[in-house]
Nanobody, 129 residues
Framework: QVQLVESGGGLAQAGGSLRLSCAAS????????MGWYRQAPGKERELVALISTGNNLYYTDSAKGRFTISRDNVRNTLYLQMNSLKPEDTATYYC???????????????????????WGQGTQVTVSS
């Protein structure tokens, strides 16, 4: 049984920082890529950042330069450090783990869209201006 439990969300001011954590149980953590996604009210869920088992990284343009995804293979925990937060970063953030092997080269296009994923319950991030 795979479980993903996010924490670390909350309220921040524009320009501030938050660090999200995703504790993973089960055998998935060191097997396949993982990522952070977010969904703002009235919008579709969108990718934020991905990390492969070999620590290859992918960021969307909105995250590049401000967010850092990392993983601790000892603690089985995925992180998202978010700096220089903007009001448009307000969303529910979800941790996801691919159920199948996916190349980091194509993961941004297909992971969790065309391939199955485990999902956490989400953590709310609200950025005030």
């Amino acid at each position: 049984q795979v479980q993903l439990v996010e924490s670390g969300g909350g309220l921040a001011q524009a320009g501030g920082s938050l660090r999200l954590s995703c504790a993973a149980s089960g055998s998935i953590f060191n097997s396949n890529p993982m990522g952070w996604y977010r969904q703002a009210p009235g919008k579709e869920r969108e990718l934020v950042a991905l990390i492969s088992t070999g620590n290859n990284l992918y960021y969307t343009d909105s995250a590049k330069g401000r967010f850092t995804i990392s993983r601790d293979n000892v603690r089985n925990t995925l992180y998202l450090q978010m700096n220089s937060l903007k009001p448009e970063d307000t969303a529910t953030y979800y941790c996801a783990a691919s159920k199948v092997p996916v190349s980091i080269i194509t993961a941004n296009e297909i992971m969790c869209k065309l391939t199955p994923c485990y999902w956490g319950q989400g953590t709310q991030v609200t950025v005030s201006s």
